[in-house]
């Protein structure tokens, strides 16, 4: 919306006359989606001139040719949602999302049919790469009592399910201790590879948690400092990281388990 803003006003000292300013009455009959859009532009205080439905990829009442980059860059922005769970809230399950419905395709737009067939995921590759099943296993964690008791495969569902609570820990973070996407590459890492298992489950949970404050990252900011440098700096995630990664969180383990932090 600060492109929008920014294009209204670029705009507007060019304008001799004062632009028209439409209203929702001007929309009727649009789609539900584009309404919804031009609500949430109200709201933020932002008139519906021509300009501001042009920065947004609405068409204008009496026209039909929209274009623009900043409109398919806001449409990708504005292309997710967040599913809240108040069963979870309840029982103090955070993060209390529902992964199934909760999506969000940030950065995916294209800015033209050239590149049409170009990724353009803004997130780093390294989070991509570990993040990339994450939402579908926890997902599937919320049909967990579907599961047929006494079946062949029950161990490999329970690991599956501690991992997963080993995720949803690592997600855990203070306002006011924000991670570095290379520091959530780590933790999701440890969390989901098992490289946490032998300790019991709470105290795993427990080394995840806290954001920036959580004791496993404290550990590997002092152990492993290299190994969360090269998650940051290499353009995919390497073997060698990953071993450094390795090594600082079995000695973090072996260190907890003898109680020495």
């Known amino acids: 919306l600060a492109a929008v803003s920014h294009a209204v006003a670029a705009t507007a000292t060019k304008a001799a006359d004062e ?81 199934g419905a909760t999506f969000s395709r940030f950065g995916l737009g294209s800015t033209g049919a050239a590149q049409a067939s170009t990724a353009r995921d803004v997130r780093p590759p390294a989070l991509q790469a570990v993040a990339a099943h994450l939402r579908t296993l926890l997902a599937l964690e919320s049909e967990a009592h579907f599961r047929p008791s006494g079946a062949s495969g029950d161990g490999v569902d329970l690991h599956q399910t501690r991992q997963m609570e080993c995720v949803a820990s690592a997600m855990r973070q203070a306002s006011d201790a924000p991670l570095l996407w290379q520091e959530m590459t780590a933790l999701l890492l440890a969390a989901s590879s098992g490289a946490l298992d032998a300790l019991p489950l709470e105290q795993a949970k427990e080394s995840l948690s806290g954001g920036s404050r959580s004791p496993l990252l404290l550990h590997l900011r002092e152990a492993a400092p290299g190994a969360l440098q090269k998650i940051a700096k290499e353009p995919q995630l390497s073997q060698t990281a990953i071993r450094e990664l390795e090594v600082g969180i079995r000695l973090y383990v072996k260190l907890k388990q003898a109680d020495v932090i």
């Open 19 to 99: 632009p028209r300013t439409f209203t929702l009455e001007d929309f009727k009959g649009r789609r539900d989606s584009e309404l919804e859009r031009l609500r949430k532009l109200q709201d933020r205080g932002i008139d519906l001139t021509e300009q501001s439905l042009t920065a947004v990829g609405i068409a204008a009442p009496g026209t039909s040719r929209v274009d623009g980059k900043a409109a398919r860059e806001l449409q990708s922005l504005s292309d997710g949602q967040v599913v809240l769970d108040l069963t979870k809230a309840a029982e103090d399950i955070f993060p209390a999302v529902e992964p």
